[in-house]
Structures are given as structure tokens and as C-alpha cells.
């Protein structure tokens, strides 16, 4: 699609992105005396209108998924690559698989787990789970409810929901990438991709994964082949080191070495590969033309709510501001 094609959506865009909450906002936030106070903060912002009801019930979760919900609605609406929108929605579709298969598995009710974001409705993607039928969802969702039936008639293991969603999670957010047709798009989620390869790999290594395990879990999808990966876990921390310095991930390995074991810590690369994409997401709203801007908001506007939640959970329970800011991520809001 050409560039211009995103000229009214990325106006708006703009506008919407005087709306997120800024450094400022989460610091005030972090130093409140108290839960109520840090909620008082909110009305100054496009929260205002719900600071009442969560003093109130305290039922921040739903207010701020909702939040994201008519956001995602809102963009697909008037972005006119719908793709585009369903790429970055696809986290929630799994997750809506995750939860359909586990009803199905254990004969329980988990209405409250669904998260109502994505292309396609819980409805269809109900229908497809039961009866392995869809007129409506792509081959790629089909592929996935296949799979797992599959594995789940033969093993009847219901852990392998999680195990097996997550790595088709990722291939079908590649090949949806290259479909939006969009140039710059896929390199973004190659990247995505390695760098949840990457967490998955040391947090493996350091949990004592087997080889089977890890070929299980790690994604096919990125730019790093999966038996580099495997063959890193063989070889161990050392060798993960040594190989990585000498890729473009040399700067985030660095920064995620633990000065003490001198050992990669999950808890820094974690905390490195997530700042590292917003990175890329500040450089993505820059331009001036194309898809990316969108991607960089709908990014954004998620951050923003993971940090509401961390600081509202945690003044709710006397978490110290220094604990949870170790936990937030960067935005680009300033």
C-alpha cells in the first residue's frame, strides 16, 4: 500500500498521541502517599471520567483494557490496512485461543480470562475451537486450533495449550507481516522475534531446559537460526555470550549481564528487549509517511496501560515506588 494512503489515519495519530500519559504523569504517580492519591493523578489526564469508580471498586483492570479495546476498534476503522491492525491485535487472539482450548480441556468457565481485542470476535474463534470449522478465520488461525487438537487427541496434555499457542503466535505474526504488503513491517517483527527467542533461550538455559524443550518453543520465525539457538544451549552461558557479541544484539547482551555472576540475567534481559522495541517504536513515529506511526501508537498506548496497572497494583499493596519502577517500561511520551 502506498505511503500516502496513511495521511489522514497518521494525522489523527498525532492527535491521539498528545492524549498518552507522560514521564511527568507516572512519576507523580510513583511518589503518591497513597493509592487514592496516585488515582487523583488521573484527572488530569483522559482517565479523568473513571478516577471515581476506581477509588471506588478499584476495578482498574477492566477500565484500562476497555481503554485498549476502543482503541484497537478505533484504529481499525480508520486505518486502511486492516492487516496492519490484526498484526498488532495478534497477542490477544492467542491468548483468546489459550483460554477457548483450556475451557474446552478442562470443562471450566473462564469467561473472565477473554480479552475483547482483535480482528475476529471470541465468537468465531469459539466456533472454530469446537468444531475445527470456520468460514470466517484465515487459514493461519486454522492452522494453529489444528495443531494443538492434534497434539492434545495424542498426548491429552493440557500444558502443551501454552507451549504450542505461543510458537504459532509467532509464526502466524511473521507470515501476517509479510502479508500487510508493508515495507519495513516484517524486519520489525523478525526483530520481535529474536528478541523473544532471545528471553525464551537464557531463561531456558537457566531453568535446565532440555534441547527437546527448547526446538519446542523457540519460534523458526526470526533472523537467528534455531539451531544456532539450540546449539548456544549445548554450549552454555559462555558460549551464548561469545556468540552474541559478535551479532547486532552485542550492545542489549551487554547491558544484560549480571556484574555480579557475569552471567545473562532473565530479569535484565527481559527488562533490555522490551526498552529496546520501544526504541524502535520512538524511531517508527518519526515518519512521516506509512504504516509505522500506527504500530508506534498502538504500542505506546499498550505500555501505557501495563505501567497503570503496575503502579495501581502495587500502591494497592504497599509496594515501595523504587520496586515498581524497576518494573515499568519505557514509553516515547516525554
Do not use: C, W
Not at 28 to 45: C, I, K
Not at 119 to 138: I, K
Not at 270 to 281: E, F, R, S
Amino acid at each position: 500500500m502506498k505511503d500516502t494512503a496513511y495521511g489522514s489515519s497518521n494525522v489523527l495519530i498525532r492527535i491521539y498521541e498528545n492524549d498518552l500519559l507522560t514521564r511527568s504523569h507516572f512519576e507523580r504517580m510513583l511518589t503518591a502517599d497513597s493509592f487514592e492519591d496516585a488515582v487523583n493523578v488521573l484527572r488530569e489526564t483522559p482517565y479523568r471520567n473513571d478516577v471515581d469508580r476506581i477509588k471506588e471498586d478499584k476495578s482498574y483492570d477492566e477500565m484500562f483494557m476497555n481503554e485498549l479495546h476502543q482503541t484497537f476498534d478505533e484504529l481499525l476503522k480508520i486505518v486502511p490496512n486492516k492487516e496492519l491492525i490484526e498484526l498488532a491485535g495478534l497477542r490477544y487472539a492467542y491468548h483468546n485461543l489459550k483460554v477457548l482450548f483450556k475451557e474446552e480441556f478442562t470443562d471450566q468457565n473462564l469467561d473472565h480470562l477473554f480479552i475483547p481485542i482483535g480482528r475476529y470476535p471470541v465468537s468465531e474463534l469459539r466456533q472454530a475451537v469446537r468444531t475445527g470449522e470456520s468460514d470466517v478465520l484465515p487459514a493461519e488461525y486454522m492452522d494453529s486450533i489444528h495443531e494443538l487438537q492434534e497434539d492434545y487427541d495424542q498426548y491429552q496434555n493440557v500444558q502443551s495449550v501454552d507451549i504450542i499457542l505461543d510458537r504459532r503466535y509467532f509464526t502466524h505474526l511473521r507470515l501476517l507481516a509479510d502479508q500487510t504488503g508493508e515495507e519495513g513491517v516484517p524486519e520489525l517483527i523478525e526483530t520481535l522475534i529474536d528478541y523473544n527467542n532471545i528471553s525464551t533461550l537464557v531463561r531456558g538455559m537457566k531453568q535446565n531446559r532440555t534441547r527437546n524443550f527448547l526446538l519446542t518453543v523457540l519460534s523458526s520465525s526470526g533472523s537467528i537460526p534455531k539451531e544456532d539457538l539450540l546449539e548456544i544451549a549445548d554450549n552454555g552461558q559462555q558460549y551464548a555470550l561469545q556468540y552474541f557479541r559478535t551479532s547486532d544484539y552485542r550492545k542489549l547482551i551487554e547491558q544484560s549481564v549480571d556484574s555480579e555472576t557475569n552471567e545473562l540475567s532473565t530479569v535484565r534481559i527481559d527488562h533490555q528487549t522490551d526498552d529496546a522495541y520501544m526504541n524502535m517504536m520512538r524511531d517508527a513515529r518519526l515518519q512521516s509517511f506509512g504504516p509505522m506511526p500506527v504500530l508506534a501508537y498502538l504500542y505506546a498506548k499498550e505500555i501505557e496501560v501495563k505501567n497503570l496497572r503496575l503502579i495501581l497494583s502495587g500502591k494497592e499493596n504497599g509496594v515501595p515506588a523504587d520496586a515498581i519502577r524497576e518494573r515499568m517500561r519505557l514509553n516515547y511520551a516525554q
